[in-house]
């Protein structure tokens, strides 16, 4: 698989852009016109001003994240970092309330270990996930999101929230559920991608940038406690605040 676009005005190699679904992504390139040949697992590249884009729709949850940037890392594409584009949960919306902007942190995978009586034994697995470019990873991703952005020339408002973030396969639908997760990790949004694209990035050696618009309130399946449309509507400001 070839993307076309590996160079920019500076000599830099593209930005990819990541996001589950094609709503997603239409969000994000909303303030750049937009795009009709969007397709799931099909790279597209894009020029918005002087940025070279890549744009690639990966599909819900860690796995199918792992296997799209995958392709994308095993082609002659020359990606110079990556923003993973998304909507999450709050586990507290008093601290991080729906309509929320925030940016990644820390990512969390909380499904690598023993399964023992006393809950998940990390330590048990001695050499966790594996090796990354500086360390042992075992379920934890440190991001530095605002030092990765200055890396990559882009800007992260004050306003937006750095929080810690854990990735599901499934999502939470109990309130019990998100109490107990948020108790044991203590972080502040869930979501579905984040944690096998940053450690796919980790591996690579790849500056990694992960931003969120709240989308819902972790735990919780009543309609007033979600807005998808306007989380949406969120991405499209992130997305023109982050690459304008």
Request: net charge neutral.
């Amino acid at each position: 698989m070839t993307v076309s676009a590996t160079s920019s005005d500076s000599g830099e190699g593209p930005l990819l852009l990541a996001t589950a679904t094609l709503q997603e992504m239409r969000a994000v390139l909303a303030p750049f016109g937009g795009r009709s040949d969007l397709r799931p697992l099909r790279p597209v590249a894009l020029q918005a001003g002087r940025q070279p884009l890549v744009l690639l729709i990966t599909g819900v949850g860690p796995l199918n994240a792992a296997m799209a940037l995958g392709r994308i890392m095993g082609s002659d594409a020359k990606i110079r970092g990556v923003i993973n584009f998304g909507i999450a949960g709050s586990f507290d919306c008093r601290l991080v309330p729906v309509l929320g902007r925030v940016v990644v942190q820390e990512e969390i995978w909380p499904e690598i270990g023993i399964k023992t009586a006393s809950g998940l034994d990390v330590q048990a697995l001695c050499k966790g996930l594996g090796e990354g470019q500086e360390d042992l990873i075992q379920d934890r991703l440190n991001l530095r999101p605002r030092a990765t952005a200055r890396r990559l020339g882009l800007n992260i408002p004050e306003h937006w929230f750095d929080v810690k973030s854990l990735t599901v396969a499934g999502v939470t639908g109990t309130r019990a559920e998100a109490d107990r997760l948020a108790a044991r990790y203590a972080v502040q949004t869930e979501n579905m991608e984040g944690f096998a694209l940053a450690w796919a990035c980790a591996r690579e050696g790849l500056p990694f940038l992960e931003a969120q618009s709240v989308s819902n309130k972790v735990g919780s399946r009543e309609k007033g406690d979600w807005d998808i449309q306007g989380s949406l509507a969120g991405l499209q400001e992130m997305s023109r605040a982050l690459l304008a």
